[in-house]
């Protein structure tokens, strides 16, 4: 199967992509993984509630653009459904078993993601209903993911 993460935003701190290529390294020998970052939107910091949806719909916009009909799609978010670590390998165990080829999961950015995006999603999962930073999201969910892969394989990594 091959896994895109849609992300709006850019990583600026090298902690985050060398944790992010450490498990890009490590998903390499369970799935195709592909990360795809779409520019983000500048908010005015006071931005009125039609500014900010302004904002979410024109970065949703890049990230629709990068989703293809026959994608089964995950998006996080807060009001989604929590899964354990174990429930997640189920589901993209499932998914595999019933050949799904494409998986995307999307992250939003800094607003979160805009109706459109979220309309789009075939899963709403939500990681808490904590807020994180959208670049930390990035490394947590790859974990999660290549934590999955090896749930789904047998071999030691879950505890």
């Known amino acids: ?37 779409v520019d983000d939107e500048k908010t005015q910091k006071n931005a009125s509630g039609t500014e900010m949806d302004i904002v979410k719909r024109k970065e949703a916009k890049r990230v629709l653009k990068q989703i293809k009909e026959d994608d089964y799609v995950i998006t996080l978010e807060i009001r989604g459904t929590e899964l354990d670590s174990l429930q997640l390998a189920e589901k993209i165990k499932q998914l595999e078993v019933h050949g799904t080829r494409n998986l995307v999961f999307i992250i939003g950015g800094s607003l979160g993601l805009h109706a459109s995006v ?19 999201m990035r490394v947590i969910l790859l974990e999660q993911i290549y934590r999955s892969y090896r749930i789904i394989c047998g071999e030691p990594y879950h505890k």
């Open 118 to 136: 979220s309309s789009r999603a075939d899963f709403k999962l939500s990681f808490s209903k904590m807020t994180f930073p959208h670049q930390l």
């Open 1 to 37: 199967m091959k896994i895109t993460i849609i992300c709006v935003g850019k990583i600026k701190e090298k902690f985050y992509t060398d944790a992010i290529n450490e498990y890009r390294k490590r998903l390499s020998s369970y799935c195709r993984l592909d990360i795809i970052q």
